[in-house]
């Protein structure tokens, strides 16, 4: 992966920190007796997980089999949103609160549906690219590159 070393240790800082705070916001939401869209910040929590492990090796918090399972619940979970939203206010439709929730849930769906990409294609990629090992439990963008090593995956 191109650009400079610390650029990855970056991004995954910024994926935890997002990630932090979206867990704080639902357990804060449930303290305070807060309404939220619970949903939504569980998707953040994930994503912002699942992506610093992809950026940098050793925080891969979850084999890559159990991450396309969660991106797949939830990308079936916000397109039942999605849909569900549509049966009943219609495409151009608003909900009780003012907002317009069919872009707000099919957002989600298409963040989760490219995570779920992301992992089945990287994993593809790794097994089939020439001279490349696979990586034990996932990958990482260095091991998208064929440089798993330096990201500090264990290699088979």
């Not at 990958?139 to 990201?151: E, F, K, L, R, V």
Request: net charge neutral.
């Amino acid at each position: 992966m191109g650009g400079p070393a610390w650029l990855p240790d970056g991004f995954a800082a910024i994926m935890l920190v997002t990630a932090v705070y979206c867990l704080g916001r639902l357990l804060f939401a449930r303290l305070w007796e807060r309404s939220m869209h619970y949903d939504v910040n569980i998707a953040h929590v994930a994503m912002g997980v699942a992506m610093a492990g992809m950026l940098v090796g050793r925080l891969q918090s979850l084999p890559t089999g159990v991450w396309e399972g969660v991106f797949g619940v939830l990308a079936v979970w916000f397109l039942g949103r999605t849909v569900r939203f549509v049966a009943v206010r219609g495409v151009w439709g608003w909900d009780g609160d003012g907002v317009h929730h069919v872009s707000h849930y099919s957002t989600h769906l298409v963040m989760a549906a490219a995570m779920l990409f992301m992992f089945l294609d990287g994993m593809s990629s790794i097994a089939h690219a020439p001279g490349s090992k696979a990586i034990a439990g996932g990958m990482s963008a260095s091991g998208m590159a064929g440089n798993s090593a330096s990201a500090g995956a264990t290699l088979l």
